[in-house]
């Protein structure tokens, strides 16, 4: 073959790992195990570039530590409930299933095309009733013991899709899908305990010492561990029942610049008032319209109802403070109360402003110029650790840090007998209950005799019913005529099935357990999990970085204190790598109305389309399927060739980081590969004798070396520079043909997590033993590591003139004579004598004329 025909070869290579069963993970004690694991995908019916680009980093991982000895598991499997095979349904007129199955069989050969060394005999997708099963199983496993429990909370409701929305499905106040305004409502939902683990959470996270920080730092800002005082203000003419209002303040140190208390619409004062009040019930319930997203409260206008009620300071009783109904204050953060200190939180400035309300500062900057806010300046909000002067503070010095501020003032408080100092978490409750078809069904009965009455294991999985209507607007499993009537499992009498489906991110938070076992009729298998876990190493993107993370972590904790996971898996992720994004330019034109219209890059030449128009170009953006500045895997994959893609993907910049996808990008990699198969070519056809051997052996084994640094390291493009390098010494060498075959062979090895179709071509060719995906790690000499000789540079009057190669352990009088020897130097001197000659030893040579 005088080139390389990737459609011909790797189609080959992929059917012989196949048939050698290479990539199937076996339990060996005898070896060291690795678990590598990719955020596995949602089958949305095809892969996108940006998919190569992280699943080959985990076969680059995977491929290395098989060729380092070790026992791989390297499964993949699909995140396949959700509410867009909801949305295909009524789209396409199909069942979700149906939808899902065929999008996973269409991406799956595409997986294949990759020669990824998945082991496909572990596969499952979310929505096999065999895994949501087990997945019920856990549920009643995590109710007996108290952490799934259910209770009323205040929820997103879309009003139109009757069903309970996410925050993030929550867009300017309205329903992503429906577009209607939600309504905050108050439901009975299932929960999961997590906010009982807030400090185990938070705490383990300085033991991942090989996560990301800035993965952690945002774990830790959303568990949000604060320290704080916990009082309460007693009310005037208050309703019954409400003689006191509680608060929770991280800041007790601005208690003195209180200007209004602040009660949430679904405060229980705020629920009393409204029974009484039209006007007040009236606004409460356009805040309920707003959403629980903290951020979008935070961007809505401020708004107030003073109720005319009235609180006492607790300082002064003689000093009263309005009481409001504020629709920025939650009621599941805190207390749903708080007081209102204008002079430093932005948001109760706005507040104060708005309804006259007073500012009264209680620090400023120790120096500088500073408008107080009294006086129209903002609100002045200092960073913690900053030493401030404290107009009105506690007792202790007047000059002091906000910490030790707010310490003196829950020390002085507890001691005047005002509150209790507490520590609280931001962390709430985890609801687990979507009034929605396409998930999971939560295992429990509703009987009137009996209460609510979890199913029996021996009855599960509970499964959803094929026979469903989408076209009117709810929860299907609520309408459907028979699915949920059922005997109650304690008495036998009718019963009603729980019509809730679970939150997609349960189905998330346990795969990487199951994976070890998938075939288990438990949830886990006891022997699967001790040998497998915990994942050794897992990698995705970092907009997981909190939710999916933090829930798996918590899914952790529960399953062991359950039995389904050994000791010591408390943390499943040992190491986490978070990729960049692949991104690709814009194009798009105008409609007549100015509107823009995307255009997919294979429909663009030269910056024109194919009747000639010109295209507007918006650089290197994050690909999207809206805005069709999508690379199709396939189409390079045909073009190309899988080695090709694989890689430029973890060429071009470090994995941590974004990467632009350009075509220029993928032929240069494209002719890379065809000249390392030229090499190999000439290798084995070079003569048997010629000259620099020893030196080819010796750079042989520094690109071992370098390589396997780069992969261990995560440092794929380091690697991938080295192995460029490398390439570039074998094309000038003239060794003889053992040391080029030699060399070139462990190239091929080095290259083959990357490039692995291509690598076991040239091993065969060059007489490699086996398959190269199961040949060993090549190994470095460090003997061979050591430079006998160094480059030294010259430098004449502090310019660079010239080098030498000299013995690094040469006496510095030789140094010097060899350097004034050398043309550079002698042209220099004209036949005189330098003024000096400086020879810095194994650095550099300097001569002055």
């Not at 949305?44 to 991982?61: A, F, K």
């Not at 300071?313 to 403070?321: G, K, Q, R, V, Y």
Request: aromatic letters at 10%; charged letters at 25%.
């Amino acid at each position: 073959m005088s080139r390389y025909d990737a459609r011909e070869i790797e189609p080959k290579w992929q059917k012989a790992w196949a048939a050698a069963g290479c990539f199937t993970a076996r339990r060996d004690p005898s070896k060291p195990k690795y678990y590598v694991l990719e955020m596995f995908p949602y089958p949305s019916g095809n892969l996108h570039i940006g998919h190569v680009r992280n699943y080959t980093m985990g076969d680059v991982v995977a491929r290395y530590k098989l060729a380092t000895g070790h026992a791989v598991l390297h499964p993949m499997g699909w995140d396949a409930f959700g509410l867009p095979a909801e949305n295909a349904a009524m789209e396409r007129r199909i069942h979700p299933g149906d939808w899902t199955y065929s999008n996973i069989a269409n991406m799956k050969d595409q997986f294949a095309r990759l020669g990824l060394t998945l082991d496909w005999s572990r596969e499952f997708a979310t929505c096999d009733p065999e895994y949501y099963g087990q997945q019920q199983s856990m549920f009643l496993d995590f109710l007996e013991k108290g952490i799934a429990y259910r209770k009323n909370a205040v929820v997103n409701w879309d009003p139109v899709d009757m069903t309970v929305l996410a925050n993030e499905q929550v867009e300017d106040g309205r329903g992503w899908r429906s577009g209607a305004l939600v309504e905050r409502r108050e439901l009975t939902q299932w929960f999961f305990r997590i906010s009982d683990y807030s400090e185990d959470l938070l705490s383990a996270l300085d033991g991942l010492d090989n996560w990301p920080e800035k993965v952690k730092t945002m774990q830790r800002n959303w568990i949000g561990r604060s320290r704080g005082l916990q009082f309460s203000f007693s009310t005037v003419d208050a309703p019954e029942g409400f003689d006191r209002i509680e608060v929770y303040t991280t800041r007790p140190d601005t208690m003195l610049g209180a200007s209004f208390v602040g009660i949430s619409p679904d405060h229980p004062l705020a629920r009393q008032l409204e029974r009484e009040a039209p006007e007040i019930a009236a606004f409460n319930a356009e805040c309920r319209r707003m959403g629980t997203a903290e951020e979008d409260l935070e961007k809505a206008e401020k708004r107030g109802f003073d109720t005319g009620l009235r609180v006492r300071h607790p300082f002064d009783t003689a000093w009263e403070l309005p009481v409001y109904i504020a629709n920025f204050i939650l009621m599941d953060y805190g207390t749903g109360a708080i007081f209102g200190c204008p002079a430093h939180d932005p948001r109760d400035l706005e507040f104060a402003r708005k309804y006259d309300l007073p500012v009264i500062s209680t620090f400023a900057p120790e120096s500088g110029d500073h408008t107080l806010p009294e006086e129209g300046g903002p609100a002045y909000v200092p960073p913690k650790p900053e030493t401030v002067h404290y107009i009105r503070g506690f007792a202790g010095d007047e000059h002091q840090t906000g910490e030790a501020a707010i310490e003196a003032a829950i020390t002085f408080c507890e001691t005047n007998g005002v509150g209790q100092g507490v520590t609280r978490y931001r962390l709430r409750d985890w609801g687990i209950s979507r009034q929605r078809y396409w998930g999971c069904p939560i295992p429990v009965v509703h009987c009137d005799a009996c209460g609510v009455v979890p199913e029996k294991k021996e009855n599960l999985p509970v499964e959803l019913p094929r026979d469903i209507d989408f076209d009117t607007p709810g929860n299907p499993l609520a309408r459907h005529p028979t699915w949920s009537s059922v005997p109650c499992p304690a008495c036998g009498a009718p019963a009603r099935r729980e019509t809730d489906t679970m939150d997609t991110f349960v189905d998330s938070s346990w795969y990487y357990a199951r994976f070890a076992s998938p075939g288990a009729k438990t949830p886990t298998d006891p022997e699967g999990v001790e040998y497998w876990m915990n994942v050794d190493q897992y990698i995705g993107g970092v907009e997981h970085a909190i939710l999916h993370l933090l829930y798996a972590r918590f899914f952790a904790r529960a399953m062991q204190a359950c039995g389904h996971l050994p000791q010591g898996t408390s943390e499943p992720f040992d190491a986490l790598f978070t990729q960049g994004m692949l991104t690709h330019e814009i194009y798009l034109t105008r409609d007549a109305e100015g509107r823009p219209v995307y255009h997919y890059p294979h429909e663009v030449t030269d910056g024109k389309l194919a009747d000639g128009r010109p295209v507007e170009i918006v650089p290197s953006a994050k690909m999207s399927k809206s805005k069709r500045n999508v690379v199709d895997p396939v189409d390079i994959i045909d073009r190309f060739g899988a080695d090709t893609a694989r890689w430029f993907v973890l060429s071009d910049s470090p994995p941590e980081r974004d990467v632009e996808w350009t075509e220029a990008g993928a032929e240069a990699a494209s002719r890379h590969l065809a000249r390392v198969w030229r090499l190999a070519q000439a290798a084995r056809d070079a003569d048997e004798t010629g000259s620099g051997d020893e030196d080819l052996e010796r750079e042989r084994h520094r690109a071992i070396h370098d390589a396997t640094m780069g992969v261990e390291s995560f440092g794929f493009n380091a690697a991938i520079a080295r192995l460029y390098a490398f390439t570039n010494v074998l094309s000038k060498s003239k060794a003889g043909r053992a040391a080029q075959v030699r060399a070139v062979r462990t190239l091929a090895q080095l290259m083959s997590p990357m490039t692995p179709h291509l690598s076991e071509e040239i091993w065969q060719m060059l007489g490699g033993e086996g398959l190269i995906a199961r040949a060993p790690w090549p190994q470095a000499d460090p003997a061979m590591l050591v430079e006998d000789e160094i480059t030294l540079p010259i430098q004449i009057n502090g310019k660079r003139r010239g080098e030498m190669r000299v013995a690094r352990d040469l006496p510095k009088d030789v140094v010097e004579a060899q350097a004034l020897a050398t043309d550079a130097v002698q042209r220099a001197l004209s036949g005189g004598t330098p003024k000096k000659v400086i020879v810095v030893p194994g650095k550099i040579v300097n001569v002055v004329v």
